[in-house]
Nanobody
């Protein structure tokens, strides 16, 4: 069992930066692939970024590539999403996710555990 709690959301102007954090509980955290998803009002939840359990591989949605960076600290049971050059279209609730399988970490329906989300609002 893995429990996830996000923090770090807030209001920021376009061009600004935010760092999201995800605190995970559970002894097997280090064996999970971890990801970030987001859901904007009226839209479906979408994949943003993922990192393999070892931290050796990462994936990004095209819309955030070059602006967002995912990282993890297995010793602290933490996952981070550094978001730079934020745009109004990045406004959404951001969710931390854990998946036992790297191959499915980009698929919303395959995620094993979800956090409750943190709201990011980017003003123009």
């Amino acid at each position: 069992q893995v429990q996830l709690v996000e923090s770090g959301g807030g209001l920021v102007q376009a061009g600004g930066s935010l760092r999201l954090s995800c605190a995970a509980s559970g002894r097997t955290f280090s064996t999970y692939a971890m990801g970030w998803f987001r859901q904007a009002p009226g839209k479906e939840r979408e994949f943003v970024a993922a990192i393999r359990w070892s931290g050796g591989s990462t994936l990004y949605a095209d819309s955030v590539k070059g602006r967002f960076t995912i990282s993890r600290d297995n010793a602290k049971n933490m996952v981070y999403l550094q978001m730079n050059s934020l745009k109004p279209e990045d406004t959404a609730v951001y969710y931390c996710a854990a998946d036992r399988t790297w191959n499915t970490v980009v698929t919303t329906s395959a995620i094993d555990y979800w956090g409750k989300g943190t709201l990011v609002t980017v003003s123009s």
